[in-house]
């Protein structure tokens, strides 16, 4: 079963500049697609970065151009690079996986795999 865990957040004052990582493990050694999703109480999750198997990149409006996406140095992580931080980007930063690529082929999940989360704030 594959299992995710962020790293990374904290508290930082506007324009300033925090690294996320996402850890995942426990399920097979693939290239993972990995998504990141950001979520305020009382909010939808809103989508903010993807990284597919294929390494192409998609990004929100609202961070494209302050925010970068890519794999970690360490094997199985996914890094989410976020500067120019505004307060309208505090909120619960979660990672999440429904598929892999091994060998040419690609795994489907049963489910979306989702870590625990990690808070950033950002003060005005």
Not at 1 to 8: A, D, F, I, W
Not at 15 to 23: D, F, K, N, V
Not at 85 to 110: K, M, V
Request: with cysteine.
């Amino acid at each position: 079963q594959v299992q995710l865990e962020e790293s990374g957040g904290g508290s930082v004052a506007a324009g300033g500049s925090l690294r996320l990582t996402c850890e995942a493990s426990g399920g097979p050694a693939c290239t993972y697609d990995i998504n990141w999703y950001r979520q305020v109480p009382g909010n939808k999750r809103e989508f903010v970065a993807r990284i597919d198997m294929d390494e192409s990149t998609l990004y929100a409006d609202s961070v494209r151009g302050r925010f970068i996406i890519s794999r970690g140095k360490k094997e199985n992580t996914v890094d989410l690079q976020m500067n120019r931080l505004e307060p309208e980007d505090t909120a619960t930063y979660y990672c999440g996986t429904n598929r892999c690529l091994l060998r040419g082929t690609t795994s489907y999940f049963d489910r979306t795999y989702w870590g625990q989360g990690t808070q950033v704030t950002v003060s005005s």
